[in-house]
């Protein structure tokens, strides 16, 4: 830069900080790629985004590690660890208790202890009213209710861990008071009411309690739920005995005042407004140590939210889209390179959509009409590569036409002519005039006899119908993809080359159907026998009539005889082998075609013997002929055919 002059030029250190995470064009080709090959539409633009672009990373690799940390949460320990530590805690306080008592001499009292039930639970409800004789005891004893009471409330509430410090009554008051606000909260946002205002002095008043500092009721709701349901999570994956014992131990620990009734309350309507979390279903967790109940919960919260992270990447469910995923539990979870993934699919996402590659619908993504062009120009450009140098034959007439193609030439202007103006050779002429009587080369001034017009080739147009085999056959010997790669690289030369052509495609199998170019795209196989040629060539004769001043083309790609035919009532018959009236009314429909004038040409392929009876039958009766090509090489067949037989009528 020099003063206010600047140089542009390409980034030369290293990869273009601007540049879009994806090769938007790459990602279609790759796609279209997919599809030539026969694949399902639907299926490549979802494996675009589950395995990624070429050198990316997708949803199944994002899903496989949140699978591998799920079954590594499951093996991180047992959950009975609040149980276990409880009754190693009352252990070591009976015995503190016994060398305390015999050092007094105090038989009754050990009687005593030696009559407890061999339940932890029951034993620690017992000793509730007992008078202690060792203060060590009492200690070992007050951590067993004080430290689970501690955890079941620092496991809901992530704020209130230095407020939980022993039993202090203005904390449980305080505690019970937030809870009262809390769940009055709740219940006014469950019956629809406007929320805001209370939930901004909730806050103000009750923050501290919530150290995430949730931005909205909703958010709120959602932290509290998932740690609710992590905890009913516990107890459902505890054996029966387990559960009645960390139960009867829970209730102890929160005792007889209002935060226990509090607590239950608050979590039948956090129940009611996510429905949706796995409240009770339980999980096998096990793992060489044993986990309290805050690790314990938690870790069930971790599996819980990988639970719904796998359904998330999974994307099964109707309208699944990538925006589903939640990006925040993915940095929690798998981190901030995963996380930076799904951004970056997201973004691919976004921009094919932007730029008018793909378009959403109910069922996902599908490809545009953009798209389809850039994908019909590939099946063709791979077409072309075996026709290029062939003349094509494109039928010429010998009379000029104004409607016609350019040749380059021109003549001199007549009364009545329609063709274009040839304006370069027009004012030529009549500079060429003008400097020829000695005057200057301006002003030009036009004369009639310094008019010339272009002169043109009209072409005769056609109308042509394309019936494809879609029978399962065709995918199973391995043909779907070069059907498509064909039917769309001649749709796509019609459109451009031909566009006075008609074109419609027909896709058979137990029954006909016209396909878009889209349709054809997306189309997949069924798993139906039968393969109706008569519905198909009953359709492809409704569309030559409807062009009725066009050179009339069938073409028909299949791999199998006629097994199939429409009834009266419009269902489809299906036998195997062929019967005789399957036969007779396909014929039927080649018949009129023929009488019609149309050329009908049949590309079989494969060798099935009666497929090859019945297609020199047709030749014969019709005209037409008959191309058994190699798979690799129907493309060029069709296409090459499709040319030369546009000859115009005689």
Same mark, same amino acid.
């Given at each position: 830069?020099?003063?206010?002059?600047?140089?542009?030029?390409?980034?030369?250190?290293?990869?273009?900080?601007?540049? /879009?995470?994806?090769?938007?064009? @790459?990602?279609?080709?790759?796609?279209?790629?997919?599809?030539?090959?026969?694949?399902?539409?639907?299926?490549?633009?979802?494996?675009?985004?589950?395995?990624?672009? *070429?050198?990316?990373?997708?949803?199944?690799?994002?899903?496989?590690?949140?699978?591998?940390?799920?079954?590594?949460?499951?093996?991180?320990?047992?959950?009975?660890?609040?149980?276990?530590?409880?009754?190693?805690?009352?252990?070591?306080?009976?015995?503190?208790?016994?060398?305390?008592?015999?050092?007094?001499?105090?038989?009754? %009292?050990? @009687?005593?202890?030696?009559?407890? /039930?061999?339940?932890?639970? *029951?034993?620690?409800?017992?000793?509730?009213?007992?008078?202690? =004789?060792?203060?060590?005891?009492?200690?070992?004893?007050?951590?067993?209710?004080?430290?689970?009471? $501690?955890?079941?409330?620092?496991?809901?509430?992530?704020?209130?861990?230095?407020?939980?410090?022993?039993?202090?009554?203005?904390?449980?008051?305080?505690?019970?008071?937030?809870?009262?606000?809390?769940?009055?909260?709740?219940?006014?946002?469950?019956?629809?009411?406007?929320?805001?205002?209370?939930?901004?002095?909730?806050?103000?008043?009750?923050?501290?309690?919530?150290?995430? $500092?949730?931005?909205?009721?909703?958010?709120?709701?959602?932290?509290?739920?998932?740690?609710?349901? @992590?905890?009913?999570?516990?107890?459902?994956?505890?054996?029966?005995?387990?559960?009645?014992?960390?139960?009867?131990?829970?209730?102890?620990?929160?005792?007889?005042?209002?935060? !226990?009734?509090?607590?239950?309350?608050? +979590?039948?309507?956090? !129940?009611?407004?996510?429905?949706?979390?796995?409240?009770?279903?339980?999980?096998?967790?096990?793992?060489?140590?044993?986990?309290?109940?805050?690790?314990?919960?938690?870790?069930?919260?971790?599996?819980?939210?990988?639970?719904?992270?796998?359904?998330?990447?999974?994307?099964?469910? /109707?309208? =699944?889209?990538?925006?589903?995923?939640?990006?925040?539990?993915?940095?929690?979870?798998?981190?901030?390179?995963?996380?930076?993934?799904?951004?970056?699919?997201?973004?691919?996402?976004?921009?094919?959509? !932007?730029?008018?590659?793909?378009?959403?619908?109910?069922?996902?993504?599908?490809?545009?009409?953009?798209?389809?062009?850039?994908?019909?120009?590939?099946?063709?450009?791979?077409?072309?590569?075996?026709?290029?140098?062939?003349?094509?034959?494109?039928?010429?007439?010998?009379?000029?036409?104004?409607?016609?193609?350019?040749?380059?030439?021109?003549?001199?202007?007549?009364?009545?002519?329609?063709?274009?103006?040839?304006?370069? !050779?027009?004012?030529?002429?009549?500079?060429?005039?003008?400097?020829?009587?000695?005057?200057?080369?301006?002003?030009?001034?036009?004369?009639?006899?310094?008019?010339?017009?272009?002169?043109?080739?009209?072409?005769?147009?056609?109308?042509?119908?394309?019936?494809?085999?879609?029978?399962?056959?065709?995918?199973?010997?391995? %043909?779907?993809?070069?059907?498509?790669?064909?039917?769309?690289?001649?749709?796509?030369?019609?459109?451009?080359?031909?566009?006075?052509?008609?074109?419609?495609?027909?896709?058979?199998?137990?029954?006909?159907?016209?396909?878009?170019?889209?349709?054809?795209?997306?189309?997949?196989?069924?798993?139906?026998?039968?393969?109706?040629?008569?519905?198909?060539?009953?359709?492809?004769?409704?569309?030559?009539?409807?062009?009725?001043?066009?050179?009339?083309?069938?073409?028909?790609?299949?791999?199998?005889?006629?097994?199939?035919?429409?009834?009266?009532?419009?269902?489809?018959?299906?036998?195997?082998?062929?019967?005789?009236?399957?036969?007779?009314?396909?014929?039927?429909?080649?018949?009129?075609?023929?009488?019609?004038?149309? +050329?009908?040409?049949?590309?079989?392929?494969?060798?099935?013997?009666?497929?090859?009876?019945?297609?020199?039958?047709?030749?014969?009766?019709?005209?037409?002929?008959?191309?058994?090509?190699?798979?690799?090489?129907?493309?060029?067949?069709?296409?090459?055919?499709?040319?030369?037989?546009?000859?115009?009528?005689?």
């Amino acid at each position: 830069m020099t003063g206010d002059r600047f140089r542009y030029g390409a980034w030369r250190d290293g990869p273009d900080p601007l540049a /879009p995470p994806y090769d938007v064009r @790459a990602a279609v080709d790759e796609v279209g790629e997919r599809v030539l090959g026969g694949e399902s539409l639907r299926e490549a633009l979802r494996d675009l985004v589950r395995r990624g672009p *070429r050198d990316g990373r997708g949803l199944d690799d994002l899903r496989a590690r949140a699978q591998r940390l799920r079954r590594e949460v499951l093996r991180r320990g047992n959950l009975d660890g609040a149980v276990t530590r409880a009754r190693q805690l009352l252990d070591q306080a009976l015995a503190a208790e016994r060398d305390e008592l015999r050092e007094r001499g105090d038989p009754f %009292r050990e @009687a005593v202890l030696d009559t407890l /039930p061999r339940s932890t639970s *029951r034993a620690v409800e017992e000793l509730s009213g007992y008078d202690w =004789a060792s203060a060590r005891a009492r200690d070992l004893y007050r951590q067993i209710l004080d430290g689970l009471r $501690r955890e079941v409330v620092e496991q809901r509430f992530a704020g209130l861990r230095d407020a939980l410090r022993g039993r202090d009554p203005a904390t449980d008051a305080r505690l019970a008071e937030m809870i009262g606000d809390l769940t009055d909260l709740l219940g006014r946002h469950a019956r629809g009411e406007d929320t805001g205002d209370a939930f901004a002095r909730f806050m103000a008043r009750h923050g501290d309690f919530f150290p995430e $500092r949730p931005a909205s009721v909703e958010e709120l709701i959602d932290s509290l739920a998932r740690r609710a349901a @992590a905890a009913e999570r516990l107890l459902r994956s505890l054996s029966p005995q387990q559960r009645e014992e960390l139960s009867r131990l829970m209730d102890q620990a929160l005792g007889d005042g209002p935060l !226990r009734d509090r607590l239950a309350e608050l +979590t039948r309507h956090l !129940r009611d407004l996510r429905p949706e979390l796995a409240w009770g279903r339980g999980e096998r967790v096990r793992g060489p140590g044993d986990l309290g109940y805050g690790d314990a919960a938690a870790a069930l919260g971790e599996i819980g939210e990988l639970d719904e992270l796998l359904d998330q990447l999974g994307q099964e469910y /109707p309208g =699944a889209t990538l925006d589903d995923v939640d990006v925040q539990a993915v940095e929690r979870q798998l981190g901030r390179d995963a996380a930076d993934d799904l951004r970056r699919l997201r973004e691919l996402e976004r921009e094919l959509r !932007r730029q008018g590659w793909v378009t959403r619908d109910d069922a996902g993504l599908t490809l545009s009409p953009k798209a389809l062009r850039r994908l019909g120009r590939t099946a063709l450009a791979r077409v072309f590569d075996d026709l290029a140098g062939r003349r094509r034959g494109e039928h010429d007439l010998r009379d000029a036409g104004a409607a016609g193609d350019l040749i380059g030439s021109s003549r001199r202007w007549h009364f009545g002519d329609e063709q274009p103006l040839d304006v370069v !050779r027009t004012v030529g002429n009549a500079v060429r005039r003008r400097a020829g009587h000695g005057a200057g080369l301006l002003p030009v001034r036009l004369a009639p006899e310094d008019f010339e017009v272009a002169e043109t080739e009209r072409r005769a147009s056609a109308v042509v119908a394309l019936c494809v085999d879609l029978s399962y056959s065709m995918l199973a010997d391995g %043909r779907w993809g070069p059907m498509k790669q064909t039917a769309l690289a001649l749709s796509h030369l019609v459109a451009t080359r031909f566009p006075q052509d008609s074109l419609q495609i027909v896709g058979f199998g137990r029954h006909a159907m016209t396909l878009s170019q889209g349709e054809l795209a997306a189309v997949e196989p069924e798993l139906v026998q039968g393969t109706n040629l008569q519905h198909a060539l009953k359709l492809a004769g409704r569309h030559l009539r409807r062009h009725p001043g066009a050179e009339p083309v069938v073409l028909v790609v299949t791999d199998g005889e006629p097994t199939a035919h429409l009834e009266a009532d419009g269902e489809a018959f299906f036998s195997w082998p062929t019967t005789p009236e399957t036969v007779r009314l396909t014929v039927r429909e080649v018949d009129q075609l023929t009488r019609y004038g149309a +050329t009908l040409n049949v590309f079989m392929l494969g060798e099935d013997p009666g497929l090859r009876r019945f297609v020199d039958a047709v030749a014969q009766r019709s005209g037409g002929r008959v191309f058994s090509p190699d798979v690799s090489e129907l493309g060029r067949y069709v296409v090459d055919d499709y040319v030369r037989s546009r000859r115009g009528r005689r």
